[in-house]
């Protein structure tokens, strides 16, 4: 039966998960790219999100959530067809389960824009986000969360997306950047982030959506959305002064962009293991997680002439990955967690889910962008480019 107060959290659920889309991760992005290139990454987030939403009701909810495969569901509930405002998905309408659902499918989509800002061409942005709905996406939340579905039957803990938003991301980010290539100037140039303030709002608009996020994936207003929410809390704050501490002993000062990674990397982490950590599990994953993910963006991936501009596999891919096995530890009754589990089997399971969906994320982002490559130019000429895709893609100045 559709219970009101369950519903009632999960309508403001999903706003609070739009609001991370628009305006939070748009501003995040746009104030980490040069000033010319603003308004681009601003469309490509707005774009990609609104057309994966119309892709998600036409066919992406039933290829994720219809039928009983291992892999992919059917085509079943296309159009949402037959799906009425009384129909429940345990104690809210289904309607609303497919809306926050949605926004999950959106928000993965618009992530991957932050690995090759500044270079990619808006229409190969929106190709690449349909069919990744559609190939990648649609069936790893199948596998992880659907009934029947390969990583759900092997007992694998996901609470609210680690694979299946943030690995998942992060590792077709890392491959558009091997097929996109890196941008002008790449390492020789000075590109600074143009506006931290900007950069700074929109961190805070993603951690009070992440509550959504998070809280959200409870399916209820009840004691577990309120693990969910102080788990997001404090692995995120513990992300935050981990960054900060990093480049304090690395370079002697800490920088408000470090505390604003951190905190993503702490929010990242908590993400799959949100229902099951307690408060000091959570404190610890999103220590490690803001240690770990500077310790690859502020060293490795230099080193590495890696230009995952805005460090989506950095903070998303290996943020969830520390989370999705992590959370094994982070679960321990003796942490505070709500874990039923034996340790090292669980450990298995979860090191075997991440590998599902890093293989499936990266095989079929790559299958995806080598056929568009064969139609259509990835990425803008090098005049384009020079000028800034504001004016070259958009007509549009952000800045007069």
């Not at 061409?121 to 596998?143: D, G, K, N």
């Not at 097929?179 to 009070?208: C, E, Q, Y």
């Not at 989506?312 to 709500?338: C, D, E, K, R, T």
């Not at 991440?354 to 080598?370: E, K």
Request: a neutral charge; aromatic letters at 8%; hydrophobic letters at 55%.
């Amino acid at each position: 039966m559709i219970d009101s107060g369950d519903t009632a959290w999960l309508l403001t659920a999903t706003l609070l998960v739009m609001l991370m889309i628009l305006p939070g991760l748009a501003l995040f992005y746009g104030g980490l790219v040069r000033a010319k290139n603003l308004l681009s990454v601003m469309s490509q987030v707005m774009g990609v999100a609104a057309l994966v939403m119309i892709l998600w009701v036409l066919w992406g909810y039933s290829l994720a959530f219809s039928g009983t495969g291992k892999f992919v569901g059917d085509l079943k509930l296309a159009g949402l067809v037959g799906v009425g405002p009384d129909d429940a998905s345990g104690t809210i309408p289904t309607l609303l389960f497919a809306a926050f659902q949605m926004t999950f499918a959106a928000i993965t989509a618009a992530l991957i824009v932050g690995a090759v800002v500044e270079r990619m061409r808006f229409s190969a942005m929106l190709a690449f986000a349909a069919a990744f709905l559609t190939l990648v996406y649609a069936p790893i939340a199948h596998m992880v969360w659907a009934d029947g579905g390969l990583i759900l039957g092997m007992d694998a803990i996901d609470f609210a997306g680690g694979t299946v938003v943030h690995i998942n991301a992060g590792i077709a980010g890392l491959v558009a950047v091997a097929f996109v290539g890196k941008r002008r100037g790449f390492l020789k140039d000075a590109m600074p982030p143009h506006s931290l303030a900007l950069a700074l709002i929109g961190t805070g608009l993603l951690w009070v959506g992440w509550f959504g996020f998070n809280a959200g994936s409870a399916l209820g207003a009840g004691g577990l959305a309120a693990l969910a929410m102080l788990n997001s809390f404090i692995a995120p704050a513990a992300g935050v002064l981990a960054w900060m501490a990093a480049e304090r002993v690395r370079s002697g000062k800490a920088s408000l962009l470090g505390g604003a990674s951190g905190a993503v990397a702490g929010l990242v982490a908590i993400t799959p293991a949100a229902g099951v950590s307690g408060p000091l599990g959570a404190l610890l994953l999103g220590a490690v997680s803001g240690l770990g993910c500077y310790g690859f963006v502020g060293v490795a991936k230099h080193k590495l002439r890696l230009d995952d501009s805005l460090d989506v596999f950095g903070i998303h891919g290996l943020g969830g990955i520390i989370g999705s096995i992590g959370l094994v530890v982070a679960g321990l009754p003796a942490l505070g967690g709500q874990g039923d589990y034996a340790l090292l089997p669980q450990l298995g399971v979860q090191v075997a889910s991440v590998a599902i969906a890093i293989a499936w994320s990266g095989g079929g982002s790559a299958l995806i962008l080598f056929a568009l490559r064969a139609v259509m130019p990835l990425r803008v000429d090098s005049e384009d480019e020079q000028l800034g895709l504001d004016l070259a893609e958009h007509g549009e100045r952000a800045y007069n």
